[in-house]
């Protein structure tokens, strides 16, 4: 009895699997400003030994970059094995309701209609099994998918070249 309750207990985990760990790598395009955001241009005055100098400073308020993530499984075995569980437990509950309609209808050709057995509800079981590594193999898919976004930005400050100041 406890032999048989540790043989369902490790089955149950077998076919569990797992949940893959994703790595991100982020491309950063190019700041631009955002819609919407108040760009005000201001003159920047100093004193230089040659006299006064002045440039234009121009600044956005606010800005975005498009970010382009990229993601992949640390470790593609993880993925590998859910699919391979979830492959091998559905062909294992094809397989017992095979076997299972090749009891019910005798090799004379005549079904005998509903059978007693114990296959029917052990293929069952093992399809509900397999869903588990399949819901872990969509999990992770759905996780892995590459991004395109905006994101937020540092505000953008544009410094002219340093001229000598127009006299009024």
């Given at each position: 009895m406890m032999g048989t309750r540790l043989a369902v207990c490790a089955g149950s985990l077998a076919l569990a699997g797992c949940v893959a760990q994703v790595q991100e790598?982020?491309?950063?395009?190019?700041?631009?400003?955002?819609?919407?955001?108040?760009?005000v241009a201001a003159q920047e005055r100093t004193a230089s030994p040659?006299?006064?100098?002045c440039r234009t400073v121009v600044t956005t308020s606010r800005a975005v970059r498009e970010v382009d993530v990229r993601r992949s499984f640390l470790d593609p075995r993880r993925q590998q094995?859910?699919?391979?569980?979830?492959?091998l437990a559905g062909f294992g509950s094809a397989f017992l309701a095979y076997d299972a309609a090749s009891l019910a209808c005798q090799t004379g050709g005549s079904c005998t209609?509903?059978?007693?057995?114990?296959?029917?509800?052990?293929?069952?079981?093992?399809?509900?099994?397999?869903?588990?590594?399949?819901?872990?193999?969509?999990?992770?898919?759905?996780?892995?998918?590459?991004d395109v976004r905006l994101e937020p930005a540092p505000p953008l400050v544009e410094l002219g070249p340093w001229q000598p100041c127009e006299v009024p």
């Open positions: 790598t982020r491309a950063y395009g190019v700041s631009r400003p955002a819609p919407g955001a108040e760009v040659a006299g006064a100098a094995a859910n699919v391979a569980l979830a492959v209609g509903t059978l007693q057995s114990a296959t029917w509800p052990i293929a069952a079981t093992t399809a509900a099994l397999a869903a588990i590594p399949l819901g872990f193999v969509v999990y992770n898919a759905t996780r892995v998918q590459d």
